[in-house]
């Protein structure tokens, strides 16, 4: 079992950034692959980036490639997430995401076994 607590959501201007914070408790952190996924009202869950339990791979959605930047700290039991140049339409819910499945990184909420109750990004223009 995994339990997993974001931070760092808010209200930011177009063009801003914000830094989320994801702390994990439980189970050995450095076991898990994790992920970033994000939903707006009325829209399904997307992936936005992941990183390998080792944290020397990381993966992007296409429209997050550049912006946005996935990082961990095994020592920490944190997993971040830095956004840049945020536009109103990153305003969503987003969820930290834990797969113990080491081998495979996935970009879509399938495999994610633990999530965290999210945390509200809202971006005006």
């Known amino acids: 079992q995994v339990q997993l607590i974001e931070s760092g959501g808010g209200l930011v201007q177009a063009g801003g950034s914000l830094r989320l914070s994801c702390a994990a408790s439980?189970?050995?952190?450095?076991?898990?692959?994790m992920g970033w996924l994000r939903q707006a009202p009325g829209k399904e869950r997307e992936f936005v980036a992941a990183?390998?339990?080792?944290?020397?791979?990381?993966y992007y959605a296409d429209s997050m490639k550049g912006r946005f930047t996935i990082s961990r700290d095994n020592a920490k039991s944190t997993v971040y997430l830095q956004m840049d140049s945020l536009k109103p339409e990153d305003t969503a819910v987003y969820y930290c995401?834990?797969?113990?499945?080491?081998?495979?990184?996935?970009?879509?909420?399938?495999?994610?076994?633990?999530w965290g109750q999210g945390t509200q990004v809202t971006v005006s223009s």
């Open positions: 990183i390998r339990w080792i944290g020397t791979s990381t």
């Open positions: 439980g189970r050995a952190f450095s076991n898990y692959n």
């Open positions: 995401a834990a797969s113990p499945h080491a081998s495979t990184v996935y970009t879509n909420r399938v495999g994610y076994l633990y």
